[in-house]
């Protein structure tokens, strides 16, 4: 059974070229602390704007999954904040892709919005555990455009580390897991499996986000059970949370025809989970169907504060890998997985990189203290390689062949045949 993740800990990679310039240390910043960002000139509408591409990008994929998944739990934010980093290095209609899909606004907007949510993540007073970080490891001896590195670093926190995938390809794969482990408290291991990378690996991009949150009202261990659980195929017994609210204490609450919906706020407040439940055991398609980023804000400003007389809430825990470059591709951003049709010189100054593979690896433990998740993707990307020497073309159809006759406009075949005697 296929599963995915809710509040995560995300890391995107990918591979490309690299600056000798670039720092070198095997850890770009103590994982526990990512870097403060420049957010200078952000707006309370310039933030609206980017969460809400976020989000919408959120919808689109949970949907693109919903197509081979059963269960799905992912980060979007942390999907959206690596591809902001890769976006960076992009150009012409691989750059259009990815604003398409990703529904980023303009650079001017997208910049210091996207670090105020970085530097949001990651502020000090909170009574729970949420944050994010990004860093580039980078081939040592090759070479990218200064800027693009300023940029990321700039706006995105990205520092650089130096690397040699050509000469030490698993010592470099093992230092980025360990970090990566790191930055996600040893939930996220071997997110590069053998294999992932090669001596034509040239950057790595890695963003990572991890949370660890107590429930306002937490569920009492002693109140939990095996109950029915009705699956597709079936009843199973799982164990159960329960809680018996007091009659002073209330949820922001929602119901309609279709669905039943109650947020369960983390201490602080600041964070929440957010459940949506058909009314019909057999009804989440078509819940599916209709939930779109529209639909979802309209739900929830309906939430109301309301009394809940009984919540039952399975326990669950789980890790998986999901397949993310057949979504992206359906929605839209496919150029950038095509050696020869990939553009990202605005990391290079050439056309000389594209994505090979995007690896996703989530993690999700909800109890009744609260929630426990993590995530990383790895995008990677290689070098186009060179092709051969140009030699002189001779063609001398000298022996049986196969031809056609076809319409250009339309690709339409007219003709087709196959010679092996042309006397006859």
């Given at each position: 059974m296929?599963?995915?993740?809710v509040?995560?800990?995300?890391i995107?990679?990918i591979?490309?070229?690299?600056t ?6 095997l ?8 870097p403060k ?13 980017v969460?809400?591409a ?12 919903t197509?081979?998944?059963d269960?799905i739990f ?10 902001a980093m890769?976006?960076?290095g992009?150009?012409?209609e691989t750059?259009q ?8 606004p ?34 040592k ?5 200064p800027?693009y590195?300023t940029?990321?670093e ?6 650089a580390?130096n ?5 030490e390809?698993?010592l470099s794969?093992?230092t980025?897991?360990?970090f ?10 071997e ?47 799982v164990?159960?949370m ?5 009659s002073e204490?209330?949820f922001n ?15 602080d407040?600041e ?6 439940l ?9 819940l599916?169907?209709?939930m779109d980023f ?11 504060s ?10 669950f ?15 839209g951003?496919s150029t ?6 990939a553009?990202f ?5 050439n056309?000389d ?19 426990e ?6 995008v ?5 390689s ?6 002189k ?11 056609l006759?076809?319409?250009?406009s ?15």
């Amino acid at each position: 059974m296929n599963k995915k993740i809710v509040i995560g800990v995300f890391i995107l990679l990918i591979i490309s070229l690299t600056t000798a310039g670039a720092v070198a240390f095997l850890r770009p910043y103590d994982p526990l602390t990512p870097p403060k960002v420049n957010d200078d000139g952000f707006t309370v509408e310039g933030i609206k704007e980017v969460a809400n591409a976020n989000n919408k990008f959120a919808f689109d994929f949970y949907k693109q999954l919903t197509k081979e998944s059963d269960d799905i739990f992912f980060s979007p934010y942390s999907i959206s904040s690596a591809l902001a980093m890769t976006y960076e290095g992009a150009n012409g209609e691989t750059a259009q892709e990815m604003k398409q899909v990703l529904h980023f606004p303009d650079t001017e907007i997208l910049r210091p919005n996207f670090a105020s949510i970085y530097n949001t993540i990651n502020k000090k007073e909170k009574k729970y555990e949420l944050r994010t970080g990004n860093a580039l490891w980078v081939q040592k001896d090759y070479k990218f455009l200064p800027g693009y590195f300023t940029t990321v670093e700039n706006y995105y926190g990205g520092k650089a580390v130096n690397l040699d995938f050509v000469n030490e390809t698993e010592l470099s794969r093992n230092t980025i897991n360990t970090f990566i482990e790191e930055q996600t408290n040893n939930r996220i291991k071997e997110l590069l499996p053998q294999g992932s990378l090669g001596a034509d690996t040239r950057l790595v991009l890695t963003n990572a986000i991890y949370f660890k949150g107590s429930w306002k009202d937490e569920f009492e261990k002693k109140n939990t059970k095996e109950r029915d659980f009705k699956t597709p195929t079936g009843t199973i017994q799982v164990p159960m949370m329960f809680m018996a609210p007091k009659s002073e204490l209330k949820f922001n609450y929602f119901e309609n025809e279709e669905l039943q919906a109650i947020e369960l706020p983390y201490k602080d407040k600041e964070l929440s989970m957010i459940i949506f439940l058909p009314k019909s055991e057999d009804g989440l398609s078509n819940l599916e169907n209709e939930m779109d980023f529209e639909k979802f804000s309209e739900w929830i400003s309906n939430l109301k504060s309301t009394i809940v007389d009984e919540i039952y809430f399975p326990k669950f825990e789980f890790e998986i890998f999901t397949e993310v470059v057949g979504p992206l591709k359906e929605l839209g951003m496919s150029t950038a997985f095509y050696s020869g049709s990939a553009d990202f010189s605005k990391i290079t100054g050439n056309v000389d990189l594209y994505i090979s593979d995007i690896l996703h690896k989530a993690f999700i433990k909800v109890d009744e203290e609260g929630t426990e998740a993590a995530a990383a993707t790895a995008v990677i990307m290689r070098v186009t390689s060179a092709g051969p020497e140009l030699q002189k073309v001779i063609f001398k159809a000298d022996h049986p062949f196969m031809f056609l006759i076809k319409e250009n406009s339309t690709g339409t075949i007219l003709f087709m045949g196959r010679i092996t005697d042309p006397s006859s």
